[in-house]
């Protein structure tokens, strides 16, 4: 069975601290997709970005990067100079191709990690 | 686009009623997915659609929770008693193709005293 494990379960940073959220997964599956969302105060989840298995590049968007690393089967998110509109519940997960169960297409969350961004 | 629409955004109810949350999908969208958010568990699958099928409802929690899908723009949760335990945010979402990023509503806020 897939897993998600983010084993910080509050941050609190002052603001324009780098600030770095862990995410491992488990999965018995070659093909998969991992995602990062964010759920700010006011609760709505928005996403921040896909990964499939095949792609270990890093990627970069603003003050964002992520980290994939299959080695060690984590993906972690980064936030440069952090501000106070980062302030959020951050939560990775991941997916399986459909081929491999019925649930492949849906997202498995991890707990999330709370993040307190003070001025 | 308007987004995946949920309706109502705050339900308070006693236990024992019957409650039905609703949900538009974004046009086009061919997943349609019910997720519960607690303190407890986080978020957790209920059931999700392909095409207004279920394809998977084993997060149900139990025979009171049923969902529907009559066409590709609706669909609804109904809890039929309603229990204390059940007081969550329900999320619907959607998403274009297997594997690509779902699509949030804002949520349902679910009471039950």
């Known amino acids: 069975a897939q897993k998600v494990t983010q084993a910080q379960t509050e941050i609190s940073v002052v603001e324009k601290e780098d600030v770095t959220l862990d995410c491992v997964y488990e999965t018995r599956d070659t093909t998969y997709y991992l995602f990062w969302y964010k759920q700010p105060p006011s609760g709505e989840l928005v996403f921040l970005i896909r990964r499939n298995s095949f792609d270990e590049q890093n990627e970069i968007s603003g003050r964002y990067s992520w980290n994939f690393q299959k080695s060690t089967s984590s993906f972690n998110f980064t936030i440069t100079a952090s501000q106070v509109v980062d302030s959020a519940v951050y939560f990775c997960a991941l997916s399986e191709a459909a081929s491999n169960s019925n649930s492949g297409y849906a997202l498995n969350f991890g707990k999330g990690t709370s993040l307190l961004v003070t001025p | 686009d308007a987004g995946v629409i949920q309706s109502p955004r705050h339900e308070v109810t006693e236990m024992g009623q019957e409650v039905t949350l609703r949900c538009k999908p974004i046009s086009g969208h061919d997943y349609l997915f019910w997720y519960r958010q607690t303190m407890m568990r986080g978020l957790e699958l209920l059931i999700y659609?392909?095409?207004?099928?279920?394809?998977?409802d084993s997060g149900m929690p139990e025979d009171r929770f049923s969902a529907k899908m009559p066409n590709a723009s609706f669909s609804t949760l109904k809890i039929q008693p309603s229990e204390p335990r059940d007081s969550a945010v329900y999320f619907c979402?959607?998403?274009?193709?297997?594997?690509?990023?779902?699509?949030f509503g804002n949520g349902t806020r679910l009471t039950v005293t």
């Open positions: 659609f392909n095409n207004n099928v279920p394809i998977d």
């Open positions: 979402a959607s998403s274009f193709v297997g594997n690509s990023p779902l699509h």
